[in-house]
């Protein structure tokens, strides 16, 4: 499978770059064994053991009643995902793609945004695909990660119907990021987006994209909501978002939500809805760790159904 992404790609490139370039291994191979040679014994042992370590690979969580992992192929590639069906439920469905943050899984992330309960209740299909070494490549570039997400959606279509003009991504962190790249990318796919405690290193500037909801807290200190370092602050974000092709976005106060301000930007046909929760962490709120409202799940649900 082959997907090719607008040039604007290149604009997600810069969280990724502090990885060790392939060129400096072998200087860095060699520096080690000076380093070794120079030690002591015991200092080397500890310094071999340090160099060895690796963290360990999380361990795989089963997941919920009625949820079941499958596993596909891309570019040759073994992949991952998890898929809970609706009961008894007739003709194509809507689809909602849910992704876990860095280091997670989907079994994590489904206990975390509860989205099978919405599954079960609406009669919608939930999927919450797994990113390799629990993590989505989409800063540098998202076209392996899209070319994953259309394997995935292709997957299901092929086991139960799926409503295709009614497929949506939502995600936390990392997986916000990835969720924001398909609005942005891949229009085509998904249809909407809900982006929960995400950062971002650019606006998306591709017209069309998807309507995006978006879900900050505070006192997130993982991705501060006013950005720093590589990341913009996350309201900028939002109204770039809610700006269409030759217009500007200006915030519209809407009603205040369980203590949350929320603001709309929208203009030639782009919109983004913003919620601010005062003292709120890196969570996703409603979920475990985080205070019951506002409950981001359902209002997500709410946000993708006023979709047409």
């Known amino acids: 499978m082959r997907f090719v992404a607008h040039d604007e790609h290149s604009a997600?490139?810069?969280?990724?770059?502090?990885?060790?370039?392939?060129?400096?291994?072998?200087?860095?191979?060699?520096?080690?064994?000076?380093?070794?040679?120079?030690?002591?014994?015991?200092?080397?042992?500890?310094?071999?053991?340090?160099?060895?370590?690796?963290?360990?690979?999380?361990?795989?969580?089963d997941p919920l009643p009625g949820t079941e992992r499958i596993a596909i192929t891309v570019d040759g590639a073994t992949r991952h995902y998890l898929l809970h069906r609706p009961p008894h439920a007739d003709g194509p469905r809507p689809l909602v793609l849910v992704f876990h943050g860095m280091g997670g899984q989907g079994a994590r992330v489904e206990r975390l945004s509860r989205f099978s309960a919405i599954g079960d209740q609406a009669g919608v299909i939930i999927a919450y695909p797994e990113g390799e070494e629990g993590t989505w490549r989409v800063l540098r570039d998202p076209r392996t990660e899209?070319?994953?997400?259309?394997?995935?959606?292709?997957?299901?279509?092929?086991?139960?119907?799926?409503?295709?003009?009614?497929?949506?991504?939502?995600?936390?962190?990392?997986?916000?990021?990835m969720s924001a790249a398909l609005g942005c990318f891949a229009p085509d796919l998904v249809a909407g987006v809900g982006l929960v405690s995400g950062g971002?290193?650019?606006?998306?500037?591709?017209?069309?994209?998807?309507?995006?909801?978006?879900?900050?807290?505070?006192?997130?200190?993982?991705l501060p909501m006013q950005g720093g370092r590589l990341m913009m602050p996350v309201r900028d974000f939002a109204a770039a978002w809610g700006s269409g092709a030759g217009c500007q976005a200006?915030?519209?106060a809407l009603p205040a939500r369980a203590g949350a301000r929320v603001e709309r930007f929208a203009c030639g046909g782009a919109e983004a809805v913003f919620w601010t929760i005062p003292g709120g962490g890196h969570v996703w709120p409603g979920g475990p760790g985080a205070p019951p409202v506002p409950d981001?799940?359902?209002?997500?649900?709410?946000?993708?159904?006023?979709?047409?």
């Open 250 to 252: 200006s915030a519209e």
């Open 12 to 61: 997600w490139q810069g969280a990724e770059a502090t990885a060790v370039p392939e060129s400096t291994l072998p200087r860095l191979s060699l520096l080690l064994a000076l380093l070794l040679l120079a030690t002591p014994a015991l200092a080397r042992e500890r310094l071999r053991d340090r160099v060895a370590r690796r963290p360990a690979a999380p361990v795989l969580m």
């Open 200 to 222: 971002y290193v650019s606006p998306c500037r591709n017209n069309p994209h998807g309507p995006a909801i978006l879900f900050n807290g505070t006192a997130d200190t993982t």
């Open 146 to 177: 899209i070319t994953f997400t259309r394997a995935v959606v292709a997957d299901i279509a092929a086991r139960t119907p799926v409503d295709q003009r009614r497929i949506f991504a939502a995600g936390i962190s990392n997986g916000a990021m």
């Open 296 to 308: 981001a799940t359902q209002e997500i649900w709410r946000f993708f159904t006023a979709i047409r």
